[in-house]
């Protein structure tokens, strides 16, 4: 006679492989969350280490002292700071409403034989790598803006009260403005596809519903599209502003790297990204080199900030919502 197992021993088989297959993936899906956290403390605790020789001699006025002199060996890091605020400032100015409006237009108002193309074309400019931008910037991009945009801008803008000192100055070409404009250009296809993927991810009821109550179409955009997708939207642009403040090799090209704060936006200026880039290789001395990797670990704690604010601000969103 044959025995023949009962289904309650079949199944106590089988979930002794099923838990151990589970027990297993629970701790490689552990081991992955630990090794995120174990590689940012580690970067942090290197970059506290290397900052060490820096923060001794100089001390905490090393953050708002402008001087930078390799040969003298005095180091201060407010003019790669600013230079890294304002560049970023003027990506986002100029970003952000150019993301907006091409998300808006495909999803929203573009031909159906356009949609793809474009939806394509941004996939694209996200992909080309940071040095063809500094490439374009300098052989192209500057000289147009030498010998047309800021020109104009110094004679239209450079004499208002105010606002003419950031248009002020001979037209360099390269400087902080063109370094802000490179950056708008790179981060608008990053944001542009966040805010396209997240504005069509609204249910067509909504329109349908608010087009039925009469509203027009920025109307819809304005009060049924924004509203229920200002979370994504919020989140893209805070990585696009992650991406421009770091942003290395394009910015190297046009920001003239001097190591000087001037209040006109078309004067040179540097970031600490593209300080890093220029000097690392040519630091010899010991203090040299640890105020250049205090410079990455000021950059590290603002990006840090920046994203840490925008995840607590997001967070407030959705609780706002319900969420």
């Given at each position: 006679?044959?025995?023949?197992?009962?289904?309650?021993?079949?199944?106590?088989?089988?979930?002794?492989?099923?838990?151990?297959?589970?027990?297993?993936?629970?701790?490689?899906?552990?081991?992955?969350?630990?090794?995120?956290?174990?590689?940012?403390?580690?970067?942090?605790?290197?970059?506290?280490?290397?900052?060490?020789?820096?923060?001794?001699?100089?001390?905490?006025?090393f953050?708002?002292?402008?001087?930078?002199?390799?040969?003298?060996?005095?180091?201060?890091?407010?003019?790669?700071?600013?230079?890294?605020?304002?560049?970023?400032?003027?990506?986002?100015?100029?970003?952000?409403?150019?993301?907006?409006?091409?998300?808006?237009?495909?999803?929203?108002?573009c031909?159906?034989?356009?949609?793809?193309?474009?939806?394509?074309?941004?996939?694209?400019?996200?992909g080309?790598?940071?040095?063809?931008?500094?490439?374009?910037?300098?052989f192209?991009?500057?000289?147009?803006?030498?010998?047309?945009?800021?020109?104009?801008l110094?004679?239209?803008?450079?004499?208002?009260?105010?606002?003419?000192?950031?248009?002020?100055?001979?037209?360099?070409?390269?400087?902080?403005?063109?370094?802000?404009?490179?950056?708008?250009?790179?981060?608008?296809?990053?944001?542009?596809?966040?805010?396209?993927?997240?504005?069509?991810?609204?249910?067509?009821?909504?329109?349908?519903?608010?087009?039925?109550?009469?509203?027009?179409?920025w109307?819809?955009?304005?009060?049924?599209?924004?509203?229920?997708?200002?979370?994504?939207?919020?989140?893209?642009?805070?990585?696009?502003?992650?991406?421009?403040?770091?942003?290395?090799?394009?910015?190297?090209?046009?920001?003239?790297?001097?190591?000087?704060?001037?209040?006109?936006?078309l004067?040179?200026?540097?970031?600490?990204?593209?300080?890093?880039a220029?000097?690392f290789?040519?630091?010899?001395?010991?203090?040299?080199?640890?105020?250049l990797?205090?410079?990455?670990?000021?950059?590290?704690?603002?990006?840090?900030?920046?994203?840490?604010?925008?995840?607590?601000?997001?967070i407030?969103?959705?609780?706002?919502?319900?969420?």
């Open positions: 006679m044959v025995d023949i197992p009962s289904s309650s021993s079949r199944v106590l088989q089988l979930r002794g492989p099923q838990h151990l297959f589970d027990r297993l993936f629970r701790s490689a899906t552990l081991f992955f969350g630990l090794f995120i956290l174990l590689l940012l403390g580690g970067v942090a605790v290197s970059l506290v280490v290397g900052s060490s020789a820096a923060f001794s001699k100089f001390g905490l006025p953050l708002w002292t402008d001087i930078w002199n390799p040969a003298t060996e005095r180091f201060g890091a407010l003019v790669p700071i600013y230079g890294t605020l304002m560049t970023s400032l003027i990506a986002m100015v100029v970003g952000i409403p150019l993301s907006f409006g091409v998300a808006v237009f495909i999803t929203e108002l031909p159906p034989v356009l949609k793809r193309p474009l939806s394509i074309a941004i996939e694209l400019l996200a080309i790598p940071s040095i063809i931008y500094g490439i374009w910037g300098l192209v991009f500057a000289p147009f803006l030498q010998a047309y945009v800021q020109p104009f110094i004679a239209t803008l450079g004499h208002i009260p105010g606002l003419g000192v950031l248009f002020a100055g001979p037209p360099f070409g390269i400087g902080i403005l063109t370094a802000g404009l490179i950056l708008a250009i790179m981060v608008l296809p990053f944001i542009s596809s966040i805010m396209r993927d997240v504005f069509e991810t609204v249910p067509p009821m909504l329109r349908e519903s608010a087009y039925g109550l009469g509203c027009t179409t109307e819809v955009i304005w009060r049924v599209v924004l509203p229920y997708t200002k979370v994504g939207v919020v989140g893209g642009i805070m990585l696009g502003l992650g991406r421009a403040m770091g942003e290395t090799m394009a910015v190297t090209f046009v920001i003239g790297n001097a190591h000087q704060i001037r209040t006109s936006l004067a040179p200026g540097t970031t600490i990204s593209s300080a890093l220029n000097e290789t040519e630091a010899t001395t010991p203090v040299y080199t640890s105020s990797i205090t410079l990455g670990l000021i950059l590290f704690f603002i990006t840090f900030i920046v994203l840490a604010a925008a995840k607590y601000m997001l407030r969103m959705q609780r706002q919502a319900g969420g």
